[in-house]
C-alpha cells in the first residue's frame, strides 16, 4: 500500500512575468516532496510530468485542496509509484524528490480554472499562454522557497523531457545531471499536426465558449475526442487491440445517430469519457500550445543548438536520454536529433534505446526497463 502524501502550496504575492509578454498579478504552484532534503542541499532530484500527468508522483493522496471533482480515485496513488520511493530508481533513502504541477495546470496551480484576483472570477479564456520556460521560471520559485540552488537532477518524460531539457539549459548552472526520457528537442510536423487537430476538436466543442464555461457545461465532447486522438499516439496500436479485446462494446456507446459497432470503438470512447472527468479542457489547450511549439534553441533564448548546448558541457552536466523503439509520440528519430547536439557539444551523454512492445506508456508500464540505467545515472 503506498503510503500517505499530501500536496503543498508555494503562493507568490509577486507579479509572475511570462514570455510572451504581460504577466500575471501572482502564482500558487502546487508541489509534492519525497525523501530528506541533505545538510548540504545537494540531494534534490526535479520531476516533471507529461501533458496529463500532475505533481502527484508517488504515494497516496486522495485529495488536494481547491481541486474537486476532478480529482478522481485514478489519480490518487503516483503516476511513477515504481519508479519513485525506497529502494527504488530514484531513491527516497538517498535523494530529496519534489514534483510540481505546471503553471496553467489544473492540480492546485494557478491555471484557467482559477479565480482572477483582479476580477474575482475564473480567468478562463483569458488566462495567458505558457512556455517551457515560464514553467521553468515557476519551478526555479518552488527550488528557491525549498533554498535549493543546485539539482542532484532533473528527470522529464514525455512532455516533462522539454521543461527538462530547457530547465538544463536556461539554468544549466542549477542541475547537475538530466534524464530526458521519450522526449525531443524540437516539435516534429507531424506532432504539430496531431495537437492541431486536438485544438480544434475543443474548440468546437458547443460549450467551450471561448473558453468561459466554469459557470456552465464544460466541454466534455472536445476533451474526450481530444484524449481519442491522443491516446492512439500514447499507446501501441497491439495494446490497445490487447486490451479492447477484453471489453465488450457498452449498451449506451450510442451517438446522435451512429452506434458503436465494435470493442476497438468502444475501448476508446471510455477512455474519452473517463478523461473528462479528471481534467480541465482549458489547461488541455495550454499545455499542447506548449508543446506544439516548443523548439529548445528558442525556448533556451540562443542563437543555434550548439550555443544552447555549450552551456551544458560549461556547467559539466551529464545527459541519459532514453529512446522506446515503439514510440509513435515521441519517435525515436527525435531523440537521436536531441543526442546529435549534445554530441557535437562534447556534452557528457548517454543515449539508451529501450525495447518494449508497449509504445510511448512503457515509461509508465515498464519500471524495470528504466531503473537500472536510472540508479547508475544518479550514482555516478
Known amino acids: 500500500m503506498p503510503h500517505a502524501t499530501h500536496t503543498r502550496f508555494l503562493d507568490s504575492g509577486a507579479p509572475f512575468p511570462l514570455r510572451d509578454g504581460g504577466s500575471l498579478p501572482q502564482v500558487r504552484i502546487a508541489y509534492e516532496t519525497w525523501g530528506e532534503l541533505n545538510a548540504d542541499r545537494s540531494n534534490a532530484i526535479l520531476i516533471c510530468h507529461a501533458l496529463s500527468g500532475s505533481h502527484h508522483a508517488a504515494g497516496r493522496n486522495p485529495s488536494i485542496e481547491g481541486v474537486g471533482s476532478l480529482w478522481q480515485e485514478e489519480l490518487h496513488a503516483g503516476w511513477w509509484e515504481d519508479m519513485i520511493g525506497p529502494g527504488k530508481a530514484i531513491d527516497t533513502n538517498k535523494h530529496f524528490v ?44 518552488v527550488l528557491d522557497h525549498l533554498g ?57 466543442d458547443p460549450h467551450f465558449n471561448g473558453g468561459d464555461y466554469y459557470e456552465g457545461d464544460a466541454p466534455t ?41 465494435d470493442q476497438f470503438q468502444s475501448y476508446m470512447l471510455h477512455q474519452g469519457k473517463k ?44 545527459w541519459l536520454v532514453f529512446s522506446i523503439d515503439s514510440d509513435f509520440c515521441f519517435y525515436p528519430e527525435e531523440q537521436a536529433e536531441l543526442v546529435k547536439h549534445l554530441e557535437r557539444s562534447k556534452v557528457d551523454c548517454m543515449h539508451i534505446t529501450v525495447h518494449s512492445e508497449k509504445g510511448h506508456d512503457s515509461f509508465l508500464l515498464e519500471p524495470n526497463l528504466y531503473t537500472p540505467h536510472i540508479a547508475w545515472m544518479l550514482e555516478r
Open 148 to 204: 535549493i540552488d543546485v539539482l542532484h537532477a532533473i528527470v522529464g518524460p514525455s512532455v516533462g523531457g522539454l521543461v527538462a531539457l530547457t530547465f538544463a539549459t536556461r539554468l544549466p548552472e542549477r542541475v547537475r545531471n538530466v534524464i530526458a526520457i521519450a522526449s525531443g528537442f524540437k516539435t516534429t510536423v507531424l506532432n504539430r499536426l496531431i495537437l492541431f487537430e486536438q485544438i480544434l476538436a475543443i474548440e468546437n
Open 221 to 261: 465532447y472536445g476533451l474526450a475526442l481530444a484524449r481519442m486522438i491522443s491516446h492512439k499516439t500514447f499507446v501501441h496500436l497491439n495494446s490497445i487491440e490487447r486490451r479492447a479485446r477484453k471489453d465488450v462494446v457498452q449498451p449506451d456507446d450510442v451517438l446522435a445517430w451512429y452506434k458503436v459497432r
Open 275 to 318: 478523461f473528462v472527468q479528471r481534467f480541465d479542457a482549458n489547461t488541455y489547450l495550454r499545455i499542447i500550445d506548449l508543446w506544439s511549439r516548443f523548439d529548445a534553441t528558442l525556448e533556451g533564448d540562443a542563437e543555434t543548438p550548439a550555443a544552447l548546448f555549450q552551456r551544458s558541457r560549461a556547467a559539466n552536466q551529464r
Open 98 to 141: 519534489i514534483c510540481a504541477n505546471y503553471l496553467g495546470g489544473c492540480y492546485g496551480s494557478t491555471g484557467p480554472g482559477s479565480i482572477n484576483p483582479e476580477t474575482g472570477r475564473h480567468w478562463g479564456s483569458s488566462f495567458p499562454a505558457v512556455t517551457a520556460a515560464d514553467q521553468v521560471n515557476a519551478l526555479a520559485l
